[in-house]
């Protein structure tokens, strides 16, 4: 993007903040802001963030427009920011400004009659599962930290575990209240299941990562509670025999909430890490598959099926947690693989390709690791194609080299009908890899929109387009 003139006059700038918020929610000091500066990205590429940040705690929707309007008439950038779980450098301020934080805006109403939940932008994701098991109802996407806000989710477009089934965020919202960073407040859909009103603008916001406004209350699609739930652990010899089963299992018709995959060396690590054992020592390589159903009888014969298609592919021993105490318990150590690998690593890789293709791409993953004599362990949402490739840190690996193999993982990716992300979104890591992805004709239409929503580009500049 070209650069613009910006303008921080601090001294005003809190004075005027303070006089939108009250003195209490705006921040200056350093040490009091620490975690506001970082995601979750590994500490070799995330960005560093910039000196003379301002951080913000609203707590409406009009103190959010009163912001913007302010922040637009200075030209003062502003980064909207959720839990920071993120894991491309999305939340991250990078030019002096406004750190947005929508942690105080976090009530939630059910619906219950319309099985929706009316949610601000600030509630996390753990109050939401919360709220709706209250309600006897069910959010069923499952992405990894659960600090992660109702905001953060919908601007990532996140996906996660158990989004076979239901699909990701994108699937879920139906509505959204967002403020413009002009400050125009604007209200898109509603508690519809079906609405053709023009140019899908709400859609369009989804998966933005805080660059085309700032989200603060969202409209969104809840599920009746199984009545019956329980998770298999099942393990193979050989990597291919599981992912064989995948596409087998998905044209079953016995349509599982989950399909994971991980491989033995990972998942104990991660069980380590949390001083837990993970419960099936056997195999090479596991899929986790969650089932769901309105009985325990339609459950139990779904269990049966599967089990079929697995055994014919060689699986052994198969586990069955039934209790939800167990089935939260391993749900908790596999979504602790990446906390417990992210000390010794570089990257985090969310490439997803047609999931008939997944063996293919672990294959040629394998290559360039022989190639390159690297450790990249690799584990991912099977059912969707979606794969966590991990580039570490060891004797041979250096940023360099990091980059090289990473463009090499795009390109495997991309030639078998893939994309460089399907989960993570752009952030600023991937913002260099994007032409390998994209058209030019695409990204210049991208920056276009960007202008229209924020033609001052005062809202998370830096991030998503080059
Ligand atoms: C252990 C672990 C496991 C994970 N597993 C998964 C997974 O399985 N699937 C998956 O998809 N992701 C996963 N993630 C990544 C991350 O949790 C998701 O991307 C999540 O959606 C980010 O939400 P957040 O609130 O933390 O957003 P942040 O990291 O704070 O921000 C992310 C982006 O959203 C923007 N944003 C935040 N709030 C708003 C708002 N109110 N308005 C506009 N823009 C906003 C920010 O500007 C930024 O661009 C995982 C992360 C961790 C640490």
Partial sequence: MAEYEWNLDLENLVKDLSGIVGEKWVITQREFMESYLRDETPDA????????????????????????????????????????????????????GIILSLERMNKIEIDGENMMAVAEAGATLADLIKAADEANLFFPPHPGDEGAQIGGLIATNAGGSRAVKYGVMRNYVKGLEVVLPTGEIMSLGGKLLKNNTGYDLMQLIIGSEGTLCVITKAIIKLFPKSKSMVTLIVPFNKRSDALKAVPEILRSGAMPLAIEYVQIREIEEAARHLNEKWPVEKGFAQLIIILDGTSQEEVLLKCEEISKICEANNAMDIMLAETSEEQDR?????????????????????????????????????????????YLPAYGHAGDGNLHVHIMKDEHMNLKTAEKMKEEIYRVAIALGGVITGE?????????????????????????IKKIFDPNNILNPDKVLP
């Fill in 424 to 448: 993570h979104g752009v952030g600023s890591l991937r913002i260099k890899n994007l032409s390998l992805a994209l058209s030019k004709k695409h990204v210049e239409i991208m920056k276009r």
């Fill in 45 to 96: 590429l995330r960005p560093k963030p910039a000196e003379n940040l301002i951080l913000v705690k609203p707590s409406s929707s009009e103190e959010v427009s009163a912001i913007l309007k302010l922040a637009s008439s200075r030209k003062t950038p502003v980064f909207p920011v959720g839990g920071r779980t993120g894991l491309v450098g999305a939340a991250v301020p990078t030019k002096p």
């Fill in 330 to 374: 391993i749900l908790r150590i596999r979504s602790n693989i990446y906390t417990a690998l992210k000390p010794r690593m570089i990257d985090i890789l969310d490439v997803t390709v047609p999931p008939s293709s997944l063996e293919k791409l672990m294959d040629e993953v394998d290559s360039i690791a022989k190639k390159y004599e690297a």
